[in-house]
DNA sequence: CCGTCAATTAATGTATGCGTTATTGGATTC
DNA sequence: GAATCCAATAACGCATACATTAATTGACGG
């Protein structure tokens, strides 16, 4: 057991069974245990978690909105699968609203409280690194340090467009994770954004975060590359 | 009738009676048909769209993806009305995304027989601004230039999330429209980011489109506050 | 007269059945 | 032997019936 996955929603005991079924298959996606290109039933998801085929099938939309699957008439839904030209997509639509985040929130001027998550999850990225490198626990700081500055914006539709495409990436992010360098760089980039924003700076702020996130892409667009990696 | 509505959907003859259900739907809301903050039963508008239930709900759960209806469980759904808050945000998003495809697009160096549909919105643009102003068929044009500028950015995800908070908008641009000065800037803006793009200056092209996007916010933001509208 | 509780009703949430369609496999013919 | 056609089956799309829940109304008690 890898530990409680980090997903942008928040998990409730889901009282609707529409809901349970949403949030076990998109959980099930994201832990890769269904495999993107694979098939799944209505039928047997809906026996798999015992439901019948209605809240299935109303998941199965929702998912197919968020990029997830893919609903193929007659056929099920098939996991979606990112090609290289998806991760271009994603980052660059990621280069786009997170420094738009970042200089959204620098420019409320918030305090040290405020940011003690983003900080949190600066600890925790410089501890997991420290010794053995523990690259799990690295990337659930990392992920909860993007969903956290996401949140913290202010603007909930710019937030949920970052989640959105974070989850799209998320199975691509981790497989990729042992194959990257050590993300000592990257740690620090971190560390200087919030600093940036605790100094008033917005648009050091922002342009820290910009190069971030190209930094990144370029990184898993190289390593997709090198691996002749088409599908993930 | 004032004509076809544009919209980001490809509107085709439906053959799943969930498609057709989703697209009156959509048409409906856009067209102001159900005013915001209106409630809507599942089963007003299976026998208003001679339907059952079932794709009834399957559309709205797509149209609540996309911002338009929120369901409200054991109450049916409720039409999204816009605080002048969901204003700033969308067009928050707007001066990301937007100047983020302009870019991509300009960095292709399209020639001038790629960009013939954003060039025919301009001169439809201009063409509704000459004698008596034409404000309806300016807004039209004026849609068809940003959806054809989603469209030939390159990125999918990109173009979907444009499009996405541009139908959120959609009532309120048309609402404002005769409360704003005659858009003759706004049309020559998008004359000059056409004529960046086709010059090869990527910056300048962003840069503009930035601007132009800024001033539109700007605009919207002061009509909604001298007007003192809280919802639409 | 007001407040509270219970019952009824209305609308959603879920399950299931039926019709449609597409795919696959087998058989027949060239 | 290969290709085509037909039939059977499997899965979905939609409709409908049933269960659940929340709200509203009315009655009763304080």
Redesign the interface.
Same mark, same amino acid.
């Given at each position: 057991m890898i530990g409680t996955l980090i997903t942008s929603d928040t998990l409730q005991p889901a009282r609707?069974s529409t809901d349970a079924v949403y949030a076990q298959l998109k959980q099930h996606i994201l832990d890769n245990r269904y495999p993107p290109g694979a098939q799944i039933l209505e039928s047997e998801i809906a026996a798999e978690l015992d439901a019948s085929r209605t809240p299935v099938?109303?998941a199965f !939309?929702?998912l197919q909105?968020?990029?997830l699957l893919e609903i193929v008439?007659r056929h099920g839904a098939r996991i979606s699968a990112l090609s290289p030209g998806d991760m271009?997509?994603?980052y660059?639509?990621l280069?786009?609203?997170e420094p738009?985040a970042v200089e959204?929130l620098a420019r409320r001027k918030p305090d040290r409280a405020e940011l003690a998550g983003l900080i949190a999850s600066c600890d925790a990225m410089e501890a997991a690194l420290e010794g053995t490198p523990d690259l799990q626990a690295w990337a659930a700081a990392d992920e909860a340090f993007h969903l956290n500055l996401a949140r913290l914006c202010g603007?909930?539709?710019?937030a949920g467009?970052i989640m959105q !495409?974070w989850d799209q990436a998320h199975r691509a992010r981790m497989f990729t994770l042992s194959l990257r360098p050590l993300p000592v760089q990257s740690t620090a980039e971190h560390r200087a954004v919030v600093e940036a924003i605790l100094a008033g700076n917005v648009e050091r702020a922002r342009e820290i975060y910009h190069e971030h996130r190209k930094r990144g892409g370029l990184e898993l667009t190289t390593i997709i590359e090198r691996h002749g990696i088409q599908r993930l």
């Open positions: 609707r099938r109303e !939309v929702r909105q968020e990029g008439p271009r997509e994603i660059e639509v280069m786009s609203l738009t959204l603007n909930k539709r710019l467009m !495409v």
